[in-house]
């Protein structure tokens, strides 16, 4: 069997969750229904609803379930943007520039097709946005419907610095929207005290299935919604509510978490040992527990992960490929790195299963696979082609 090493992208069930589901596919019943079985259905997906919203620190009636983080992201940006802009306090949208795609095609397309003014906030070199911008920009501005942030790069896993942006928009009287996506059940969340306005989550990263997640909207936000029909949750999002999968969702929440930190550390510095010219990138503190972020000087980061995958051991670039071409990362680009530097990336992320084992058969394969994908080079594509 591989070695799994690329639990950010997405991470096993967790026999828990995988259970809760297969015994609520036995339920019938919509949980709109008012009779006996709807009303069963209705009470196992409010009870789920429950346990996540304790999970997040917020009342359950905030957490609204979607079809995952993209979904999610799509639903805070573009419904705030439209409700804040409707009410006349402007079409700005502030972005750092080292987010999601799920966030950047979003924020573009607003700016594309609804008339959103799109202002891209700097991140410094360690991959985390800078304060001082976000509040020059929202001084210079009056017209900033909001500001999304993640609250870690799903990339190099620095921690960002999420209350001093609330702190900032609060001020301002700007709503801040949270790609939590990444962090969560990695970072400690309190949606109650934290300021934020909207937060979303996915399941399939925490150990819960696939097509579902959450947006928690404060109670007291102002969101148009994507999707419309039967009024389900809020009207925020309608359509029949996924019980099975909420359920296992909630039991994937539920369960409890570990600091991952010790692998993590005995991973990085094994990579150091092994190949000393690899650069450990992003936050080497702030970083989250489960990511090991690397460039590796003149080659590929697919060549690498071919190598590795051939090894038998599952990795990531941590960027996507437009259309199967690597592309250097916008999130190292704007950490300042050139784009030879930046194609060089290999994203190591853990999950609850990961042992020492898995890391020394990474460990073993890395010096031969680093050689081979020298000696390969780094591909004369220019990327504007
Ligand atoms: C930070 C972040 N945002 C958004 C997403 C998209 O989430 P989903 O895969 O649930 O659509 C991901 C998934 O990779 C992510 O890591």
């Not at 008339?115 to 700097?122: D, M, Q, R, S, T």
């Not at 209350?163 to 928009?169: F, M, Q």
């Not at 290999?346 to 073993?364: F, P, Y």
Request: aromatic residues 4%.
């Amino acid at each position: 069997m591989a070695v799994y090493l690329d639990h950010a992208a997405t991470t096993p069930m967790l026999p828990v969750a995988r259970d809760a589901m297969i015994d609520a596919l036995d339920v019938v019943g919509n949980s709109s229904s008012i009779h006996s079985a709807g009303q069963n259905a209705r009470r196992m997906l409010e009870e789920a609803r429950e346990a996540i919203a304790g999970s997040l620190g917020c009342d359950p009636i905030e957490v609204v379930f979607t079809s995952g983080g993209t979904e999610s992201v799509n639903l805070a940006i573009k419904g705030m943007f439209w409700a804040r802009s409707a009410a006349g306090a402007g079409r700005r949208i502030l972005v750092p520039r080292g987010e999601h795609h799920a966030t950047i095609d979003t924020v573009e397309w607003l700016e594309r097709t609804e008339g959103a003014i799109v202002e891209w906030l700097p991140t410094d070199e360690l991959g985390r946005v800078s304060l001082e911008a976000t509040e020059s920009a929202l001084s210079a501005h009056h017209d900033v419907a909001l500001v999304t942030t993640l609250m870690a790069s799903n990339e190099v896993g620095t921690i960002q610095p999420v209350e001093g942006v609330v702190r900032l928009a609060t001020r301002a009287g700007v709503p801040v929207h949270a790609d939590a996506i990444g962090a969560y059940r990695h970072l400690p969340i309190d949606f109650s005290s934290s300021g934020l306005t909207a937060l979303s989550v996915s399941a399939h990263k925490i150990g819960g299935p696939l097509g579902i997640g959450a947006l928690v909207v404060s109670r007291t936000a102002a969101i148009e919604p994507l999707i419309h029909g039967g009024g389900q949750q809020r009207k925020v999002r309608s359509g029949t509510q996924d019980v099975p999968a909420a359920v296992a969702f909630s039991a994937a929440a539920r369960h409890p978490t570990m600091p991952l930190t010790g692998l993590r550390d005995r991973l990085i510095a094994g990579v150091q040992s092994a190949v000393p010219s690899a650069v450990l990138r992003g936050d080497p503190i702030d970083r989250l527990d489960n990511n090991a972020h690397f460039t590796f000087p003149g080659c590929e980061g697919d060549s690498l992960l071919y190598l590795l995958d051939a090894a038998g051991v599952c990795v990531s670039t941590g960027s996507a490929c437009q259309a199967g071409i690597p592309e250097a990362s916008h999130v190292l680009l704007a950490m300042g790195l050139t784009e030879a530097e930046a194609r060089g990336a290999l994203r190591m992320t853990l999950g609850v299963a990961s042992t020492d084992a898995d890391v020394d058969t990474l460990l073993s394969a890395l010096p031969a696979a680093y050689d081979r994908a020298v000696r390969a080079g780094l591909s004369t594509r220019v990327s504007a082609l």
